[in-house]
């Protein structure tokens, strides 16, 4: 026996299956859209736009620096006038090295957000011009690379670092790299000032540059330390990565794919030249911003 099958039934089904591959294929392309925003982000965000970013946080340091040197409030120990360590980020010193034609303002902290605005003084070391041993961590490459050059000091070579104690000066003694041996502790009442930062190829760190630089200018005085040695975050090592899940950067991955499955539903709908207008600066927007977040994920002396 035979039954016949409404012809609308028929109908409803193939309307049914042609929806849901519609969406798939909208879902797909959607998903394609926000991976080649990804990468051409990142790259744009890499070669370009970080170091844009990183002169725009300099000239705001900059400014915020020579305010508190002018009033005398510029940092001078881990800790701020109410005994509160020192926020990260907070500039405490400008750096000038002559030989590279290199000016930064220092800030305090040394993890990878810290590093997209410029060099960062490792907390649990004391201030440049201070005795005992300094440090200070900056990137090779992204974010305007200002430690790229630091392989092209010599023995020798003089800098300078202002703080709110007054400026130091330093001569460089030894460019070191792994497996260098480690120079001699800093005797009593010296001062020295290592700088790091990446080595290898651009944007691939393959090891970790030292220039070590002696105080020969008077020490300032040094306040007693808050943070030991050793109790920094793994995040604050050289090349290291940030600890923890990173949120902003889910949240914006999130958004991204929402508005670039809107824009492949909106090319149907609308046609390419509306969608291309509404949606093209919105999914750049949000690349470069997905972008910003994912390259806080990478080594921090990249």
């Known amino acids: 026996m035979t039954v016949a099958v409404p012809t609308t039934l028929i109908a409803s089904v193939s309307r049914t299956r042609a929806t849901s591959i519609t969406a798939v294929r909208h879902l797909a392309r959607g998903g394609l859209l926000s991976l080649a925003a990804l990468l051409l982000g990142i790259c744009a965000q890499l070669l370009l736009v970080s170091g844009i970013q990183e002169r725009a946080a300099q000239h705001a340091a900059f400014d915020q620096l020579r305010e508190q040197l ?31 034609g290199l000016t930064q303002v220092v800030a305090e902290g040394t993890d990878s957000t810290v590093l997209t605005g410029g060099p ?62 480690a120079p001699a502790a800093v005797a009593a009442g010296k001062g020295r000032l290592v700088l790091v930062t990446a080595t290898g ?49 889910v949240m914006w991955l999130q958004a991204l794919l929402l508005v670039a499955v809107a824009a492949v539903w909106a090319w149907h709908r609308w046609g390419r030249h509306q969608t291309w207008m509404v949606f093209a600066p919105v999914v750049a927007v949000l690349g470069l911003q997905v972008a910003t977040r994912a390259t806080e994920l990478l080594p921090n002396l990249l």
């Open 120 to 181: 960062g003084h490792r907390r649990d070391t004391p201030m440049p011009g201070q005795a005992g041993t300094s440090v200070l961590m900056g990137r090779a490459a992204a974010y305007g690379g200002p430690f790229g050059h630091l392989a092209d000091l010599t023995q020798g070579d003089r800098f300078t670092v202002t703080t709110g104690q007054g400026r130091a000066t330093y001569q460089v003694s030894d460019v070191r790299r792994a497996g260098d041996p």
């Open 70 to 100: 002018a009033l005398g409030t510029a940092p001078v120990a881990q800790t701020d006038t109410q005994g509160r360590l020192l926020a990260p980020g907070t500039p405490l010193a400008l750096l000038d090295i002559p030989a590279l």
């Open 201 to 249: 190829p651009r944007y691939m760190p393959g090891g970790v540059l030292r220039v070590d630089a002696d105080l020969v200018s008077a020490p300032a005085q040094t306040p007693a330390a808050v943070i030991r040695s050793g109790t920094l975050p793994a995040s604050e090592e050289p090349l290291a990565r940030p600890a923890g899940v990173p949120w902003p950067l």
